[in-house]
């Protein structure tokens, strides 16, 4: 983040939705946590239903982007740039195939964790899922999530540099919980195809 959390702060006070829309994309959670708070009747700078709307469409904007850089790559370019981080023919059709029977439960842990949101938005995209599905999903996590955070940030944002170190790490070890579970039921699915298969 080139600037700190009062710096923002100031920089919302002074020129208010304009400047909250790009700083709402690329640092969500914490910028909506400041604007909730300057919205609360303590310091009534934004209005709270339309920061509710912007808030949610600059979410919204973010994922559909990198969507759209997986749904408009093409398949031999995914598989060049994914090569190097291991994605082989056969990986890429089973991650397709995963997205087809849990795409949702995929796209909404990726929207709750820390730093896998985008790649999880891209991987949507990369396999084709319908836009419409992962856009109502994405809608409805960001509805929740969005409701937290203004709450946090309109009774307690006072406390902002506090709450986003709560956030920031909360997020880490959410994202570390929803890694072990997919591998751990990879594994468990694995173990069980080679079970059955040795029968």
């Keep these: 983040m080139h600037f700190s959390l009062d710096e923002i702060t100031l920089l919302i006070v002074h020129y208010k939705y304009l400047i909250l ?35 949610i469409a600059a979410d919204l904007a973010g994922d ?18 994914g090569a190097k981080f291991g994605l082989t023919p056969s990986r890429f059709q089973k991650l397709e195939d995963h997205f087809v029977d849990h795409g949702g439960k995929t796209i909404a842990a990726g929207k709750i964790g820390h730093g896998i949101g ?40 006072e406390s902002y540099n506090v709450l986003s170190n709560y956030i920031h790490y909360g997020g880490l070890i959410l994202s570390a919980l929803l890694i072990g579970g997919i591998i751990a039921y990879i594994l468990w699915k694995s173990r069980g195809r080679q079970n059955r298969q040795s029968r």
């Design 118 to 157: 985008w790649p999880t938005m891209i991987a949507a995209g990369a396999t084709r899922m319908n836009f419409w599905r992962f856009l109502s999903i994405n809608l409805g996590v960001s509805l929740i999530k969005t409701g937290v955070l203004i709450f946090l940030g309109y009774y307690y944002g």
């Design 21 to 55: 829309f790009p700083f709402l994309i690329l640092e969500g959670p914490v910028v909506t946590v400041i604007a909730a708070f300057l919205a609360s009747p303590a310091h009534p700078i934004l209005s709270l239903p339309i920061l509710l709307v912007e808030v």
């Design 64 to 81: 559909v982007f990198y969507y759209c850089l997986g749904r408009f790559s093409s398949k031999s370019g995914i598989l060049k740039w």
